[in-house]
């Protein structure tokens, strides 16, 4: 079945930039979308963005200027970058495949997680 | 942006019971595109029901999703003790996708 894993270090310094990969299993990240979500301790889920895999990205509008995701088809993988970083970033970071539609919105919901990776920012 | 709006915070059952649980958006959801999701303690959420009111794959009958326009509604019936958990509504009729607060069914 299909798996995600996220990955990246688990601390990062504050003004820094914040780096993960997703590797996804059990599926080729072609022809998909994939987004990276966070959720601050104790907070709602926060959509950051997604990528298609043609390469294609959408951000949200409250990160859209410290945000990079991009993929490596041949490892299979998605990643986030986010400059800037302050204790605000800290959160669980999730990669999420969106479930597919037949038009607009391209997908509707995330059908497949990944466990998360717990992200601190802090000096 | 959409802000959705879940109701009430925390819902406090007995297994066996009924559930019914409130999502609220400040904007009319297009077509729709309402979805739910399921989610235990240290574990990533799961997704339940989407476009309104279509089970997830796997996911038992005794959750039903329903509603439209602003006003969305999930119902656990027959609570089995692995329902208590967290539960977010999201939307992605308009961009930026959004996520509500929660509610918390605990025992």
């Known amino acids: 079945q299909v798996q995600l894993q996220e990955s990246g270090p688990g601390l990062v310094m504050p003004s820094e930039t914040l780096s993960l990969t997703c590797t996804v299993s059990g599926a080729s990240i072609t022809g998909h979308y994939w987004s990276w979500i966070r959720q601050p301790p104790g907070k709602r889920l926060e959509w950051i963005g997604y990528i298609h895999g043609s390469g294609s990205t959408k951000y949200n509008p409250s990160l859209k200027s410290r945000v990079t995701m991009s993929l490596d088809t041949s490892k299979n993988q998605i990643s986030l970058s986010m400059t800037s970083v302050t204790p605000a970033s800290t959160a669980v970071y999730y990669c999420?495949?969106?479930?597919?539609?037949?038009?607009?919105?391209?997908?509707?919901?995330?059908?497949?997680w990944g466990h998360g990776t717990m992200v601190t920012v802090s000096s | 942006e959409i802000v959705l709006t879940q109701s009430p915070g925390t819902l406090s059952l007995s297994p066996g019971e009924g559930a019914t649980l409130s999502c609220r958006a400040s904007?009319?959801?297009?077509?729709?595109?309402l979805a739910w999701y399921q989610q235990r303690p240290g574990q990533a959420p799961r997704l339940l029901i989407y476009?309104?009111?279509t089970r997830a794959t796997g996911i038992p009958d005794r959750f039903s999703g329903s509603g439209s326009g602003t006003d969305f509604t999930l119902t656990i019936s027959r609570l089995e003790p692995e329902d208590f958990a967290v539960y977010y509504c999201q939307q992605y009729g308009t961009s930026p996708l959004t996520f509500g607060q929660g509610t918390k069914l605990e025992i």
């Open positions: 476009r309104t009111s």
């Open positions: 999420a495949r969106g479930r597919l539609t037949s038009g607009y919105p391209p997908f509707d919901s995330f059908d497949i």
């Open positions: 904007q009319s959801v297009s077509s729709s595109f």
